[in-house]
C-alpha cells in the first residue's frame, strides 16, 4: 500500500469565530488535534459543526481566531492551497467524469503523469471497494458507491486532513451501518486525520477518538465517547447523549461523587454528581431510559400513558408527578393509565445543578 | 340500455388510453394545438407552395433565380459574416461576466438593467446610435478629445453599425441565459474542486465549462437565430445596398419592391433551411459531450 496520510503532528484551531450578519454563528472554538485522531464533531443542525468545518476547509472564512498546522498559520489559505480532502454531505462528484476520473482529480490537478495517476487511482479503487466501477459515470452508481467514490477522491491525495461533512446522512439505515464500518476500516487503514461532522450520537460514538459537542456555536464539551456517554458535563450535553429522562428535586445529601435530591412526593433519588452542588439546591437528575425500570419502592411516581413492544423488552411512556414526560423499559406488559413507581440505576444517572 | 359486455370494453379502451397518458384533461391541448397549427405550420406550408410556384418556370425555378444571381445568393455570405462573428463574441463575453455576477449578492438590479435593450426594440436602439456613434457623437468627441484618433472612426452605416447593434441587442439574452446555465451549476461540485487542489482557471476548464457547454450549445443556436434574421439595424445603420445587404434584406425587396413574393417565399425558406442546417450541426456536437444534470448529489 503506497497511499499514506499525510504528516503533521498537531492541527490547532484558535478561538475561532464566525458570524453571519451580525449573528454569530460560532464563538471562541478552539481545539488541539493530534496526528491520525478521529475526531467528531457532534451537535444538532445550526449548532456550528458545518460552519467549522467549512473554515477548516477553506470554504468560508472566519470571522476571528486562527488555524495552525504545527507552526504553519493556515486559515488565510485558499482550499487549493491547503490540500485538505473533504468528502460533502450530497458528494459533490463531477457528474460529466467517469469514477475514475473523478477519483484522480486530485492528483491531476497537481500535475502528476498519467500513469502514476492511474497507478494510484486503482490502488484507492481496491482500497474502497469500487473494482469494476472506474468507467461508469456517478449517475450510474448507487448511494453507497457514490459515497466510496467521493472518499476515495478526498484520500488519494494524501491529505494531513480528511474532512466528512455528514457523510452518511443521505443513505438508507442499512446501508448506513455499512458505510460507517467501511469509513471506520479505512481510516484504520490510512490513518488519517479526519474531522467528521454528525448530528448522529451513534455515529459519533463508533467512529471517534473524541468528540466534540457543539451548541449554539460553543465547544460544550470534548472528550472520548465512553467517558462523553458517561458523564456528561452539561444537561444539553447529557440530552444529546440520550439522558431523555430528567427528574427535578432539591440536593440532600452528598456522599463523594454520589448526590441525593428530594424529589416530588419526598422520596429520594441518586446519581453521578457532575459540577458543584450545595446542600438544599436546586438541581436535576438525567437518566435513560434503558436505565430506569418499575420497582415496588420506586421513589418516582408517575402515570402510564402508553406502551410499545421492542421485543426483548416493553419501553413505557408515563407522566411524573411533577409533569414531567418519563420513558422507562419493563420486562412486563403495562396498562395504559395505571400508576406506577420508578427506579434509577444510581451508577447510571447523573445530577447537574440546576440552571436557571 | 347498454350491455354489459359492451359497456367493460369501453372502460377497458379508456382504462388504456389512460395508461399512456391520454384523458379528459389532453383535451386541454386542443387549443393550444390549433394556434399552432394555424400561426405557423400552415403559413410555413404555404410559404412552401408559394416558393415552389414561380411566376414563370418550374417548381424549382426560384431557387435557381437566387442561386444563380450572385447579387442575391452573396446576401447568405454576408449574412453569416454578421450573424456568426456577433454570437461567437457574445458568448464569449457572456461567460466571464456571468461567471463573476453569479457570485454577487444584488443580480436583481443588473438584470434589469440587462433587459432594458431587450424590451426597447432594434429600431430605437438603431436611432440612439446612429447619433451616439456618428461623426458628431460623444463616441467619436470622446476619442478625438483623447487624441485616440485624428478623425472621426466611422461606425455608422456600415458593417460595424450593424455589429455593434446586433451586440448590444444580443448580448443581454445572451447573458441572462448563460448565467441561468451557471446558476445551475451546483455549488458544491466547484468547492470540491477547490478542496482537491484546482484553482479558479482549471475550476472552469474541468468543471464549470464541460457542464455548461450543452446550455451554451442551445444558447449559440437561439442568438445565432436571432442575429441571423436582422432586418431593422441592416437597413438603419448599415450598408443595405453593400455590406450589409443581408439575406432579409433580399427577402424584403423581393415582395415589397418586385412584388414577387413567390421568390420572396423561397428565400425565406432558405433562410429557414440555412438556420436549421447550423442549429442541427451545433445540436448534432452537442450529443458528443456530456449532457446528464450539473449536480453531484444522488438523482
Known amino acids: 500500500m503506497s497511499i499514506h496520510a499525510g504528516q503533521f503532528r498537531e492541527l490547532r484551531l484558535e478561538r475561532l469565530g464566525r458570524t453571519f450578519g451580525g449573528v454569530a454563528a460560532l464563538r471562541d472554538v478552539s481545539l488541539s488535534i493530534a496526528q491520525g485522531e478521529f475526531i467528531a464533531l457532534l451537535g444538532p443542525s445550526g449548532c456550528g459543526k458545518s460552519t467549522t468545518l467549512n473554515i477548516l476547509a477553506g470554504l468560508l472564512a472566519a470571522t476571528s481566531g486562527s488555524i495552525f498546522l504545527d507552526e504553519r498559520r493556515i486559515d488565510s489559505l485558499r482550499p487549493e492551497q491547503r490540500g485538505f480532502g473533504m468528502v460533502f454531505q450530497n458528494y459533490a462528484l463531477f457528474p460529466h467524469m467517469s469514477v475514475a476520473k473523478n477519483i484522480g482529480f486530485g492528483l491531476a490537478m497537481r500535475g502528476i503523469a498519467r500513469d502514476e495517476i492511474a497507478r494510484r487511482v486503482g490502488e484507492t479503487v481496491a482500497l474502497v471497494h469500487l473494482q469494476g466501477q472506474e468507467h461508469k459515470l456517478p449517475g450510474q452508481l ?55 461532522v454528525t448530528h448522529d450520537q451513534e455515529e459519533a460514538l463508533s467512529l471517534a477518538d473524541r468528540i466534540v459537542v457543539l451548541k449554539d456555536g460553543v465547544v460544550r464539551q470534548v472528550g472520548a465517547p465512553d467517558a462523553l456517554y458517561a458523564r456528561p458535563d452539561h444537561l444539553d450535553v447529557a440530552a444529546f447523549m440520550g439522558f431523555r429522562n430528567v427528574i427535578s428535586g432539591t440536593v440532600s445529601r452528598q456522599d463523594g461523587d454520589l448526590a441525593g435530591l428530594t424529589v416530588a412526593g419526598g422520596k429520594q433519588v441518586s446519581g453521578q454528581a457532575r459540577g458543584r452542588l450545595a446542600m438544599s439546591q436546586k438541581a436535576v437528575m438525567a437518566v435513560r431510559p434503558e436505565d430506569m425500570t418499575p420497582s415496588p419502592d420506586g421513589p418516582i411516581r408517575a402515570k402510564i400513558i402508553s406502551s410499545e413492544f421492542r421485543g426483548r423488552e416493553f419501553v413505557g411512556f408515563a407522566m411524573s408527578e411533577e409533569g414531567a414526560a418519563l420513558a422507562f423499559v419493563s420486562d412486563h406488559p403495562l396498562t395504559n393509565g395505571a400508576r406506577i413507581q420508578l427506579a434509577a440505576d444510581p451508577m447510571r444517572a447523573v445530577v447537574f445543578p440546576e440552571v436557571s | 340500455m347498454v350491455p354489459a359486455s359492451q359497456s367493460a370494453e369501453r372502460r377497458s379502451i379508456l382504462a388504456l388510453l389512460s395508461g399512456h397518458g391520454l384523458d379528459g384533461l389532453t383535451l386541454l391541448v386542443v387549443p393550444a394545438l390549433l394556434l399552432v397549427l394555424g400561426l405557423f405550420i400552415y403559413p410555413f406550408a404555404y410559404g412552401l407552395w408559394l416558393s415552389l410556384t414561380p411566376k414563370a418556370g418550374g417548381i424549382l425555378a426560384n431557387y435557381a433565380t437566387f442561386f444563380s444571381d450572385p447579387f442575391l445568393y452573396e446576401t447568405i455570405a ?222
Request: charged letters at 10%; a positive charge.
Open chain 1, 142 to 196: 448507487s448511494g453507497g458507491q457514490q459515497q466510496r467514490v467521493a472518499i476515495a477522491r478526498a484520500i488519494i491525495i494524501e491529505p494531513p486532513l480528511v474532512l466528512m461533512d455528514e457523510p452518511l446522512s443521505n443513505l438508507d439505515a442499512k446501508l448506513r451501518l455499512e458505510m460507517r464500518a467501511e469509513i471506520k476500516r479505512i481510516h484504520q487503514t490510512l490513518g488519517a486525520t479526519t474531522i467528521y
Open chain 2, 78 to 299: 454576408k449574412t453569416l459574416w454578421l450573424s456568426l462573428p456577433v454570437t461567437l463574441l457574445n458568448l464569449v463575453m457572456a461567460v466571464p461576466i456571468a461567471l463573476r455576477v453569479r457570485l454577487m449578492r444584488r443580480q436583481r438590479l443588473l438584470t434589469t438593467i440587462l433587459v432594458i435593450p431587450i424590451t426597447l426594440g432594434t429600431v430605437l436602439v438603431a436611432e440612439g446610435m446612429i447619433t451616439y456613434f456618428g461623426p458628431q457623437g460623444w463616441f467619436n468627441r470622446v476619442l478625438l478629445w483623447l487624441h485616440l484618433t485624428s478623425g472621426p472612426v466611422k461606425l455608422t452605416y456600415n458593417y460595424w453599425g450593424v455589429f455593434l447593434s446586433l451586440l448590444i441587442t444580443g448580448f443581454p439574452f445572451t447573458f441572462l441565459l448563460t448565467l441561468s446555465y451557471l446558476s445551475g451549476v451546483e455549488a458544491a461540485l466547484e468547492q470540491a474542486a477547490a478542496t482537491l487542489g484546482a484553482g479558479s482557471w482549471q475550476r472552469f476548464r474541468h468543471v464549470l465549462f464541460p457542464l455548461i457547454l450543452p446550455g451554451l450549445a442551445i444558447t449559440f443556436c437561439l442568438s445565432f437565430v436571432q442575429a441571423f434574421s436582422v432586418f431593422p439595424s441592416a437597413v438603419l445603420l448599415g450598408a443595405p445596398a453593400g455590406p450589409t445587404r443581408v439575406i432579409s434584406i433580399a427577402a424584403y425587396q423581393a415582395a415589397f419592391e418586385q412584388f414577387d413574393y413567390s421568390l420572396a417565399s423561397a428565400i425565406a425558406i432558405i433562410m429557414a433551411v440555412i438556420q436549421l442546417g447550423i442549429v442541427v450541426a451545433v445540436l448534432a456536437a452537442r450529443t458528443l459531450i456530456y449532457r446528464g444534470p450539473a449536480g453531484g448529489g444522488k438523482g
